[in-house]
Antibody
């Protein structure tokens, strides 16, 4: 049974860098893509990007913020960095397994609330 | 980019009612369509994948149908526990979510 546990700083000032990490427990880390999704307060879900175990990434071309997703296969972890955050980056951030077998996100982390405020 | 449009935005129904949510894609996505349920303060939960396949452990009152550009999620007998927001999602090089449908009990 695959489980995802995520962590990172929850309160940031404008222009700082958001940094979150998601650890994968159980299952095969190399068999899937691993995604980040965010949800601004009271709004819908927005896919940020994804990565596989080889470090191959895709990002949402609609995002305005500079985003980097990286992977640490030795720890079965993947990470998200968003630089120069603004209030518009305030959201609940989720990590998830993005299955290519049936093209759906079947396992999710618990979510991390990130607030950007001066 | 593919756009996903859900309707209605909000739905109010009685316990036991049959409920249908529609998701339309701006171009054909075959059957690469998933449905999620999200309750307040919780992560989304996968209900349906490949348009009509029920995720393990999901009650059989949930079903999905459609292909191409039009898809539906049906709850055959609405239960109080089904109060939530439902999202469709497609994959076509990138992942795109619909804007969500909030289901309430009358």
């Amino acid at each position: 049974q695959v489980q995802l546990q995520q962590w990172g700083a929850g309160l940031l000032k404008p222009s700082e860098t958001l940094s979150l990490t998601c650890a994968v427990y159980g299952g095969s880390f190399s068999a899937s893509y691993w995604a980040w999704i965010r949800q601004p307060p009271g709004k819908g879900l927005e896919w940020i990007g994804e990565i596989n175990h080889r470090g191959s990434t895709k990002y949402n071309p609609s995002l305005k913020s500079p985003v980097t997703i990286s992977v640490d296969t030795s720890q079965n972890q993947f990470s998200l960095k968003v630089s120069s955050v603004t209030a518009a980056d305030s959201a609940v951030y989720y990590c998830a397994r993005a299955s290519r077998g049936f093209y759906a996100m079947d396992v999710w982390g618990q979510g991390t609330t990130v607030t950007v405020s001066s | 980019d593919i756009q996903m449009t859900q309707s209605p935005s909000t739905l109010s129904a009685s316990v036991g009612d049959r409920v249908t949510i529609t998701c339309r894609a701006s171009q054909s996505i075959s059957t690469w369509l998933a449905w999620y349920q999200q309750k307040p303060g919780k992560a989304p939960k996968l209900l349906i994948y490949k348009a009509s396949s029920l995720e393990s452990g999901v009650p059989s009152r949930f079903s999905g149908s459609g292909s191409g550009t039009e898809f539906t999620l049906t709850i055959t007998s609405l239960q109080p526990d089904d109060c939530a927001t439902y999202y469709c999602q497609e994959y076509n090089s990138y992942w795109t979510f619909g804007q969500g449908t909030k289901v309430e009990i009358k």
